[in-house]
């Protein structure tokens, strides 16, 4: 696939996302996927660990939205910057809900190989999500 088409897929991955479908992840994930993200100590192995990995957000901020997105496609690789907004109403992380609308950013790296989406690499504003979630106290 050209980057385009990869840069397409991440698109309308995230629309999905948006409507709360997260059975599309099978569909364009390979089955030896590997996930690489600042919130768990381990790696995402497989679309099944990544779609529990997600419902455990969906969960907690059950109107959980990805407002707005830029994307960068080189090569194999697709770059997304995009905020993410959602109310904390449910426990994440051992975290109690506050029932705060929390809006943190953060950037999403995916590598394709022949059209599925093999490999994800994910930073996010940890403090300030960390912050708005109430584990952590803002500073000063």
């Known amino acids: 696939m050209t980057a385009a088409e990869n840069k397409a897929v991440i698109d309308r991955f995230n629309v999905a996302l948006n409507e709360g479908n997260l059975d599309v992840i099978d569909a364009i994930f390979d089955p030896n996927f590997i996930g690489h993200s600042t919130l768990s100590p381990e790696p995402i192995r497989g ?17 959980l939205q990805y407002p707005h ?6 090569g194999d690789l697709v770059v997304i910057h995009m905020p993410a907004e959602g109310t904390f109403t449910s426990e994440l992380m051992g975290i109690p809900p506050n029932g705060k609308k929390m809006s943190v950013w953060m950037a999403n790296i995916w590598r394709f190989s ?15 999500l960390m912050q708005q979630l109430g584990a952590i106290p803002p500073l000063g």
Do not use: C, Q, S
Not at 69 to 74: D, G, M, N, Q, V
Not at 116 to 123: L, R
């Open 69 to 74: 997105w830029t994307l960068i496609a080189e």
């Open 114 to 128: 022949e059209g599925k989406i093999v490999e994800w690499w994910f930073n996010i504003d940890t403090l300030g």
């Open 47 to 63: 679309p099944g660990e990544y779609k529990a990995f997600l419902a455990a957000f969906y969960r907690a901020m059950p109107d």
